[in-house]
Structures are given as structure tokens and as C-alpha cells.
T-cell receptor, first 110, second 112 residues
Framework: RKEVEQDPGPFNVPEGATVAFNCTYS??????FFWYRQDCRKEPKLLMS???SGNEDGRFTAQLNRASQYISLLIRDSKLSDSATYLC???????????FGGGTRVLVKP | DTAVSQTPKYLVTQMGNDKSIKCEQN?????MYWYKQDSKKFLKIMFS???????INETVPNRFSPKSPDKAHLNLHINSLELGDSAVYFC???????????FGQGTRLTVV
């Protein structure tokens, strides 16, 4: 089983709609959780950290469920510019090792 | 002012050759990394250095040798390149155990 698993998609989303997707992680000792965004042929960039109580950043809402070992990302009022691959990232153990999921591709269409 | 810069951006080479990829960060971070992103888009950590010391060394063939002359630089040398080494290699840096890793633009390596 992969350490961090994501539905690869693509999620085809009409502009203005809401889309949500999850990521599961296998190591219950994982400490920190993040969503990164990667555009085609570009480097990954931090979108947001995920906190235990859930957190929001504009149109983006992240949730963490430690009991079921998953995190989620919800995008409201999708924009064309939200089209990207969203990478679930888990930090476990020392050395600041970030383990990446395979990414969920989101395509927002007019 | 590029925060994490790596060169070259593209590298096409023949099997069996030796090549190097250079990485520099001007963020003052003390931790640097090399990640490999394969054709299936999985990003896997290869190495992590903190203040020039090797911290993480994942299961990587010993043909791959990182070198960190100072905390702002982490270079990757690859010996005897194989077809399976074709991938995008990303350098990244972070401050200690901070949450955010800043990535370079990637080096697209193609071995023919």
C-alpha cells in the first residue's frame, strides 16, 4: 500500500462549481499535512497546510480526519485558473521528510 | 530573483554517461532536498541535507551521489546513466522543519 494515496482524476469541474477530493495516508504517526499545487510542467508549490480543526483559505477548505487517516480539499466557486494537479503531502518523522501522493488532477471548464 | 534555481533545465544524454545537476538557493534555508518525479508523476524524495550533512538517503542506487559544498548548494551527480533514470529531478529547500518546501523549476532528464 502506498504511503499516501489519491484519486488521480481527472475531475472535470464546471466553472463556478464546487469540487472536493480526499487523500488517505497509511502512517498513523504522521505529524503534518499539506496540499501542494502543481501546474503542468512546473514545480510544486504549497497551497495550504492542513490543521486538525480544519482550515479555510479563501475558496479552499482543508479537513483532517486522523481517525480515518485522510485529508480532504474542497474548492468552492471554481475558477479556470484552479486547473492543476493537487498533491497531498504528509510529513512523518524526523528530517522533515515530505511524502507526496500521486496527485489529483482537476480541470475546470467554462 | 529565483529562490531555488537548478541547472540545466533540460538534459538529454546517452546511456552510460555521467552527468551533474546543480542547485542553489538564496533563501538562507538550512535544509535542501532532491526529489525525483517519474512519468507517473509521483514525487519521491531521494536525499535531504541539513547544513551540509546528509539527513535522508532513500533507497537510491549508489550511482547517484549528492554533494553539498555549503548550505546554499546541493548538487546531484549521476554515474552510468540508465534509461530508467529519465525523469524530472526537483531540488527544494526549507528552513529547518518548517512546513513549506520551495522547489526549483526542475531538470528534465532524458536518457537515450
Amino acid at each position: 500500500r502506498k504511503e499516501v494515496e489519491q484519486d488521480p482524476g481527472p475531475f472535470n469541474v464546471p466553472e463556478g462549481a464546487t469540487v472536493a477530493f480526499n487523500c488517505t495516508y497509511s502512517n498513523s504517526a504522521s505529524q503534518s499535512f499539506f496540499w501542494y499545487r502543481q501546474d503542468c510542467r512546473k514545480e510544486p508549490k504549497l497551497l495550504m497546510s492542513v490543521y486538525s480543526s480544519g482550515n479555510e483559505d479563501g475558496r479552499f477548505t482543508a479537513q483532517l480526519n486522523r481517525a480515518s487517516q485522510y485529508i480532504s480539499l474542497l474548492i468552492r466557486d471554481s475558477k479556470l485558473s484552479d486547473s492543476a494537479t493537487y498533491l497531498c503531502v504528509v510529513k512523518t518523522g524526523a528530517g522533515n521528510k515530505l511524502t507526496f501522493g500521486g496527485g489529483t488532477r482537476v480541470l475546470v471548464k467554462p | 530573483d529565483t529562490a531555488v534555481s537548478q541547472t540545466p533545465k533540460y538534459l538529454v544524454t546517452q546511456m552510460g554517461n555521467d552527468k551533474s545537476i546543480k542547485c542553489e538557493q538564496n533563501l538562507g534555508h538550512d535544509t535542501m532536498y532532491w526529489y525525483k518525479q517519474d512519468s507517473k508523476k509521483f514525487l519521491k524524495i531521494m536525499f535531504s541535507y541539513n547544513n551540509k550533512e546528509l539527513i535522508i538517503n532513500e533507497t537510491v542506487p549508489n550511482r547517484f551521489s549528492p554533494k553539498s559544498p555549503d548550505k546554499a548548494h546541493l548538487n546531484l551527480h549521476i554515474n552510468s546513466l540508465e534509461l530508467g533514470d529519465s525523469a524530472v529531478y526537483f531540488c527544494a529547500s526549507s528552513q529547518g522543519e518548517g512546513p513549506e518546501a520551495f522547489f526549483g523549476q526542475g531538470t528534465r532528464l532524458t536518457v537515450v
